[in-house]
């Protein structure tokens, strides 16, 4: 059944028709606070979650983190649910309980359940979608509750929960339009979701003074990698030491690139700091490291030529990114097939990747916000990439004459918005490697 613009959704509506639904009901795509939200939240489910919550803020590495936790909690059996944002390719990858995404079913329950409590009180996508994660995690009974952050943290939804743990990823200049143009004020914003006598790491020891001040304001249990705990790598095996505890001699995480280890170690440096509440031994992590997935993050979808897929958008995610592909010395030409939105770095993007990126093959993404052609390549341009830069009218068909010119010995990058990696994910689900 379709829902017509504006209207509320009918009795077996799809999940499609409540996702249109919701998009016409708020005039903007963001409206930080937490009040609204509060609000409906309490005629929901009054009083907290009957379960431990832990929120992952930052500008890279949340997915990471979040893919980590879930991993280890499971490994270590207890019942998980972890909420993540935005999608790549199905709205329900937002949802996941014990691993397994939500059904198209129970989420739909879930939004009608908040429409019939909201009355006339108007919610964001993003907020309709928090608490239809919420409220299928207290459902189901979770024992954690593992949150990413969508955009900041002091008035983000999902900060509308206390946290029993927190991990800061990075700072990094992103979403400036909300969360301001420089380094100390972006942590002020992502220091948000402390909470006074509960530990926050903050997984980078380069991070902004003003985190730190934050998290001394709000007595908060700082862990600051580097002074409370670190990693050392030896050989295939890796190495995790605390001021307290250690554990040796750990597996390389399956996810790629060595930034991952940065990760996991902020992710045991919690999960010790919470072993009381949550007691998870070695062979859980181990087993975590071993079996963690996730999408999107230098994954190969495609051969001669290599294809990978990752979501780098802004400048610090691209050095990721950069690092990366130098680990593929056989790779005789990189090719690109990349769009952003016009809010994004593209210029400080490119100029990480201009020494690697032979050509780049651009489109644009069907969004409002989407940069057009002549942003994109203008931009790029100003990042010194000074080779091939050609335009096409659609994903299928950058990526088609990229591929082309890349030949068999060649690599192929493909990466951007979260909606790039998306179409590619679909576009080589039915490929072989």
Not at 43 to 55: E, F, K, N, S, V
Not at 94 to 111: K, P, Q, V
Not at 358 to 367: A, F, G, N, P, T
Request: proline content about 3%.
């Amino acid at each position: 059944m379709t829902a017509s613009c504006g209207d509320k959704p009918s009795v077996g509506a799809s999940l499609d028709d409540w996702l249109n639904y919701q998009l016409q009901l708020h005039t903007s795509e963001i409206d930080l606070g937490l009040e609204r939200i509060g609000r409906v939240w309490k005629l929901l489910h009054p009083g907290a979650p009957d379960a431990r919550i832990i929120t992952v803020a930052g500008t890279n590495g949340k997915g990471s983190c979040v893919a980590f936790l879930e991993a280890i909690l499971i490994a270590a059996d207890f019942h998980v649910g972890a909420y993540t944002s935005p999608h790549l390719v199905r709205y329900n990858e937002r949802i996941r309980i014990d691993g397994n995404e939500a059904s198209d079913t129970d989420i739909c329950s879930a939004f009608e359940q908040i429409e019939n409590a909201r009355g006339d009180t108007p919610l964001t996508y993003f907020e309709f979608g928090t608490l239809a994660a919420m409220l299928l995690f207290v459902q189901s009974g979770v024992d954690v509750i593992v949150l990413e952050v969508g955009l900041g943290g002091r008035l983000d939804a999902a900060n509308l929960f206390d946290a029993d743990g927190v991990i800061i990823t990075s700072i990094g200049l992103d979403h400036t339009d909300w969360l301001g143009d420089d380094l100390e004020q972006i942590a002020v914003e992502k220091a948000g979701v402390m909470r006074a006598g509960r530990p926050t790491v903050i997984a980078r020891p380069d991070m902004p003074a003003s985190l730190h001040s934050v998290a001394g304001q709000v007595g908060a249990k700082a862990l600051v990698r580097g002074h409370d705990y670190n990693l050392s790598v030896s050989g295939d095996e890796w190495h995790w030491q605390g001021n307290e505890t250690a554990h040796h001699a750990l597996p390389l995480p399956l996810l790629p690139g060595k930034h991952q280890l940065d990760n996991a170690a902020a992710v045991i440096a919690l999960l010790d700091s919470m072993r009381e509440s949550l007691p998870v031994n070695k062979a859980a992590i181990a087993t975590g490291l071993k079996t963690v997935s996730l999408a999107g993050r230098f994954q190969q979808v495609g051969s001669n030529p290599l294809v990978f897929v990752d979501v780098a958008h802004n400048r610090e995610a691209a050095a990721v990114l950069a690092d990366a592909m130098r680990t593929h010395d056989e790779v005789k030409e990189w090719h690109a097939v990349a769009s952003f939105y016009a809010d994004k770095p593209i210029e400080t993007i490119a100029e990480e990747l201009r020494e690697l990126i032979s050509r780049w093959h651009i489109y644009v993404l069907k969004d409002a916000r989407a940069a057009s052609s002549e942003i994109l390549q203008e931009k790029i341009r100003q990042g010194g990439v000074e080779g091939s830069i050609d335009a096409y009218g659609s994903f299928k068909q950058a990526v088609e004459s990229a591929r082309s010119a890349a030949g068999a010995d060649g690599g192929l990058v493909i990466f951007g918005s979260f909606e790039v990696a998306g179409a590619a994910l679909e576009y080589f689900s039915s490929k072989t490697l």
